[in-house]
């Protein structure tokens, strides 16, 4: 796996949850 990749993963992981934090605490928890 190249390193930029991995960085590429973790930056869709942030942003991922940046979203489910923005939706709120209902939508995060609803696992949808």
Known sequence: VRVHEVHASAD???VARAI???????AAGSGA
Do not use: T
């Open 20 to 26: 489910e934090a923005a939706a709120g605490p209902g």
């Open 12 to 14: 869709a992981v942030r």
